[in-house]
T-cell receptor, first 112, second 114 residues
Framework: GESVGLHLPTLSVQEGDNSIINCAYSNSASDYFIWYKQESGKGPQFIIDIRSNMDKRQGQRVTVLLNKTVKHLSLQIAATQPGDSAVYFCAENRGGDEKLTFGTGTRLTIIP | DTGVSQDPRHKITKRGQNVTFRCDPISEHNRLYWYRQTLGQGPEFLTYFQNEAQLEKSRLLSDRFSAERPKGSFSTLEIQRTEQGDSAMYLC????????????FGSGTRLTVV
C-alpha cells in the first residue's frame, strides 16, 4: 500500500506496551476533538472523540485526555497490537463550524 | 450499508484535462464533506453539503473546482484544467446532522496529474 505520509513524527512501540500520541491544538474556541487512525491506502477511521467539557474519555483499549489549559490532547493505546500500526491524526471542531481541522499526524509503528 | 464509497480509487491524468470524482455517502447521512490530503499532511477541508445545499466552501476550492450533490444523495467533485499541484488524495466523508461530528470517511480517490 502507499504511504500517507513520508516525514511525519514517528513513534515506535514494542508490541504489548502502551503508547501515547500527543497533539497540540491552536484554537481555544474548539469544543470537540476527535482521533482518527489512517492505514496506508485508506481513509481516516474514527477512533474516539471528546468534548471540551470533559478531560478524559475511555474506549476499548484507548483513552483520550484533554488539557484545555495548555491546549493539548493525547491518545493512549493500551497493549498495542500489530494492527495498531498506522498514522494517527487529531482533529478539532469549533462549535457551530462544520469542518474539522486536522493536525499533522503521527506514524505509530508496532515492533513485534 | 458498505460505508462511504468513492470512485475511482486512482486517477492519472495529463495536465490540463478535466477529472470528475464520485462519492456515495452512507444512505441515511444527510451531510457530505470533501477533503483533500497531500503526502505528510492531515486532510484539509474543501466543502460540505447538507442534503443538496452546498453550505460552505474553503478558499482552497479555486474556480477550477466544483462540487455538486444534485439529489442530496451522491456527490461529484470536478476539477477543470488540472495542474500538477492538484495531485492529492481526495476524501469524502458523511455524517448525520446533529448526531455525530466524527464522520465516516471513504477510502479516497488518489489523483496524479502528470
Amino acid at each position: 500500500g502507499e504511504s500517507v505520509g513520508l516525514h511525519l513524527p514517528t513513534l515506535s512501540v514494542q508490541e504489548g506496551d502502551n503508547s501515547i500520541i500527543n497533539c497540540a491544538y491552536s484554537n481555544s474556541a474548539s469544543d470537540y476533538f476527535i482521533w482518527y487512525k489512517q492505514e496506508s491506502g485508506k481513509g481516516p477511521q474514527f477512533i474516539i472523540d471528546i468534548r471540551s467539557n470533559m478531560d478524559k474519555r475511555q474506549g476499548q483499549r484507548v483513552t483520550v485526555l484533554l488539557n484545555k489549559t495548555v491546549k493539548h490532547l493525547s491518545l493512549q493505546i493500551a497493549a498495542t497490537q500489530p494492527g495498531d500500526s498506522a498514522v494517527y491524526f487529531c482533529a478539532e471542531n469549533r462549535g457551530g463550524d462544520e469542518k474539522l481541522t486536522f493536525g499533522t499526524g503521527t506514524r505509530l509503528t508496532i515492533i513485534p | 450499508d458498505t460505508g462511504v464509497s468513492q470512485d475511482p480509487r486512482h486517477k492519472i491524468t495529463k495536465r490540463g484535462q478535466n477529472v470528475t470524482f464520485r462519492c456515495d455517502p452512507i444512505s441515511e447521512h444527510n451531510r457530505l464533506y470533501w477533503y483533500r490530503q497531500t503526502l505528510g499532511q492531515g486532510p484539509e477541508f474543501l466543502t460540505y453539503f447538507q442534503n443538496e445545499a452546498q453550505l460552505e466552501k474553503s478558499r482552497l476550492l479555486s474556480d477550477r473546482f466544483s462540487a455538486e450533490r444534485p439529489k442530496g444523495s451522491f456527490s461529484t467533485l470536478e476539477i477543470q484544467r488540472t495542474e500538477q499541484g492538484d495531485s492529492a488524495m481526495y476524501l469524502c466523508a458523511s455524517s448525520k446532522y446533529r448526531e455525530n461530528y466524527g464522520y465516516t470517511f471513504g477510502s479516497g480517490t488518489r489523483l496524479t496529474v502528470v
